[in-house]
């Protein structure tokens, strides 16, 4: 009997341990998950948590019962290194596997950015959102969000409906070091509206300029520019999940390699990543950008190839991704009557249609975690 291990109980790793239950797996073997408090939390809606659109109770739900049902165990942990022979948990613990799904998610990047780690408030988990939330409702009088991406942009909408809903008058600085909102996707005309939008609305965008030192004051930009805050947060960038790996095994970023199958290469097809934790460059320069989606289709593919290496198969199924940084094809909030959706390069449309797809797949994991499908 192999014991087969799923880290993390993110979008990634629910859908291992769901496929690995239907396909029967964990009938013939032992089949555990490691998740730091037995949680799943339905991250896109973060920044709502914030602006108290939905409480943590809407976003955030136990896999105890779902994994049961699936036969897996659950750890309640997290994993700080992986050999050849073990998974090293937090509390010390070595946990043998046969094949392990390394579905960690990222964690945030500060660039060694001089207090940045220690004076902002990321946007990464109920906790984050949580303290932001009780902040802004303790009073302030500016808030300073650092990265204009995904999240930096959903949360400066957020906070912007409600200071127009609730009759407040701070202020949403939005700061990065490139010269658009959203720039990464390489979307001109996606970038276009989020200004249009993002302005519309009240904020004020400081962009093309980096963030060179924070403290509990404000920001520091290049060039000198100090701007004050009374709560900054830090949605810059991602890194890997911090999980020590042999050398090879990860990226500068941290971001654990994986080929074609999904395998981390040093571990004799043993060790798969999904997900936000995995770095796989398909053509040069085009890697799966950090979406729910491609968590789930990634996971789908590492957990086939298992259950083929278990019946003495070759692990032949190979991931390609769909949503790339060459082929985007993303939607976010901006508040809950705003948005944009871009498709590819050159397409964007300003529609609120995301707030109602992701209320759809909200509701979907708390019938899914809770029992309902």
């Not at 896109?44 to 976003?59: A, E, H, K, N």
């Not at 990464?124 to 942009?153: C, H, N, Q, T, W």
């Not at 729910?292 to 198969?313: D, K, Q, T």
Request: proline fraction near 4%; include cysteine.
């Amino acid at each position: 009997m192999a014991r087969i291990v799923v880290v993390g109980s993110g979008f990634g790793g629910v859908e291992a341990v769901r496929r690995l239950g239907q396909l029967g797996v964990c009938e013939k073997h032992e089949c555990l998950l490691v998740s730091p408090g037995k949680r799943f939390v339905y991250t896109p809606f973060l920044p709502m948590i914030v602006s108290s659109r939905y409480s943590l109770g809407d976003i955030v739900f136990s896999v105890e019962g779902f994994a049961l049902r699936h036969g897996f165990t659950v750890v309640d942990d997290s994993v700080s290194e992986v050999d050849t022979s073990a998974l090293v948990l937090s509390s010390g613990e070595r946990l043998g596997y046969d094949y392990a799904v390394i579905a960690a998610g990222a964690s945030p990047a500060y660039y060694n950015v001089p207090g940045a780690r220690e004076h902002s408030v990321g946007l990464y988990s109920p906790e984050d959102a949580a303290r932001l939330k009780d902040m802004v409702r303790g009073g302030v009088d500016r808030v300073v969000i650092v990265g204009a991406g995904f999240v930096g942009v959903e949360l400066a909408g957020e906070l912007l409906w409600l200071r127009e809903s609730r009759g407040l008058s701070y202020e949403v600085v939005l700061v990065d070091m490139l010269g658009e909102p959203l720039e990464l996707l390489g979307n001109k005309m996606a970038s276009v509206k989020a200004r249009r939008v993002l302005e519309h609305l009240g904020a004020r965008l400081l962009l093309g300029r980096r963030v060179v030192s924070v403290d509990d004051k404000g920001v520091v930009l290049e060039g000198g520019k100090r701007v004050n805050a009374d709560a900054i947060v830090w949605v810059a960038g991602l890194r890997g999940p911090g999980i020590g790996m042999p050398r090879g095994s990860q990226d500068a970023k941290g971001f654990i390699r994986v080929d074609r199958a999904l395998r981390v290469p040093g571990f004799g097809g043993r060790v798969y990543a999904v997900g936000d934790a995995a770095r796989l460059e398909t053509k040069p320069y085009c890697l799966a950008l950090k979406m729910a989606r491609e968590a789930l289709r990634s996971a789908r593919v590492a957990v086939l190839n298992i259950a083929l290496s278990l019946s003495g198969l070759p692990a032949r199924e190979e991931y390609e991704p769909r949503i790339t940084n060459c082929t985007p094809q993303v939607g976010l909030s901006i508040g809950p009557e705003s948005g944009i959706v871009a498709l590819g390069k050159s397409v964007a449309i300003e529609s609120s249609m995301m707030n109602y797809y992701h209320e759809k797949m909200r509701r979907t994991y708390k019938r899914l975690l809770g029992g309902g499908i």
